[in-house]
T-cell receptor, first 113, second 114 residues
Framework: DQQVKQNSPSLSVQEGRISILNCDYTNSMFDYFLWYKKYPAEGPTFLIS?????DKNEDGRFTVFLNKSAKHLSLHIVPSQPGDSAVYFC????????????FGPGTSLSVIP | KAGVTQTPRYLIKTRGQQVTLSCSPISGHRSVSWYQQTPGQGLQFLFE???????NKGNFPGRFSGRQFSNSRSEMNVSTLELGDSALYLC?????????????FGPGTRLTVT
């Protein structure tokens, strides 16, 4: 059973518009969440993270929102750029197993010029 | 600073064979984690090594094993290969255990089992 779910395998957005990538988790022990971006033929790169003590974290065009009661987080990219086209992985970890990160299956984002 | 390197980049093996994958972390990084990426399953954690000791292990059968050397380089071994082992195997290094937002991934080794 997947503990971290990304129910949209793919997403297409027009350049300049907002991209919203969603992630749901089932384990209430998770208290730290991360987003990674992956280009073809490259390893994932860390994008942004959020601790469960916050409900929002912003870094430039990227904002992550956390809704603990719904066990849901989302990544907003505003404005979307063609270079944002990549696979985005949501990941989570629990303080009790701090060094084990659980990844979601990924969402492939295409930003159309 | 050189990034994480993985060798080989591509590998084709047949069922029943064994394979060894290699990962060289970023200089100064002592933690190396291994992940398996398959379509639909995303990245699944295999194990993490720190200072030559396995610190954590995912839910994979014993056919999957690894080790870390004194220079922090790590190898992953899969014995008695199965078709389902075909995947992209990613290695990530970080300065210490648990530094999730400081994980730097290598490009991966694409393993195909026929």
């Amino acid at each position: 059973d997947q503990q971290v779910k990304q129910n949209s395998p793919s997403l297409s957005v027009q350049e300049g518009r907002i991209s919203i990538l969603n992630c749901d988790y089932t384990n209430s022990m998770f208290d730290y969440f991360l987003w990674y971006k992956k280009y073809p033929a490259e390893g994932p790169t860390f994008l942004i993270s959020i601790s469960s003590i916050k409900d929002k974290n912003e870094d430039g065009r990227f904002t992550v929102f956390l809704n603990k009661s719904a066990k849901h987080l989302s990544l907003h990219i505003v404005p979307s750029q063609p270079g944002d086209s990549a696979v985005y992985f949501c990941a989570a970890s629990a303080q009790s197993s701090y060094d084990k990160v659980i990844f979601g299956p990924g969402t492939s984002l295409s930003v159309i010029p | 600073k050189a990034g994480v390197t993985q060798t080989p980049r591509y590998l084709i093996k047949t069922r029943g064979q064994q394979v060894t994958l290699s990962c060289s972390p970023i200089s100064g990084h002592r933690s190396v984690s291994w992940y398996q990426q398959t379509p639909g399953q995303g990245l699944q954690f295999l194990f993490e090594y720190f200072s030559e000791t396995q610190r954590n292990k995912g839910n994979f059968p014993g056919r999957f094993s690894g080790r870390q050397f004194s220079n922090s380089r790590s190898e992953m071994n899969v014995s008695t290969l199965e078709l389902g082992d075909s995947a992209l195997y990613l290695c990530a290094s970080s300065p210490s255990v648990g530094a999730q937002n400081e994980q730097y991934f290598g490009p991966g080794t694409r393993l195909t089992v026929t």
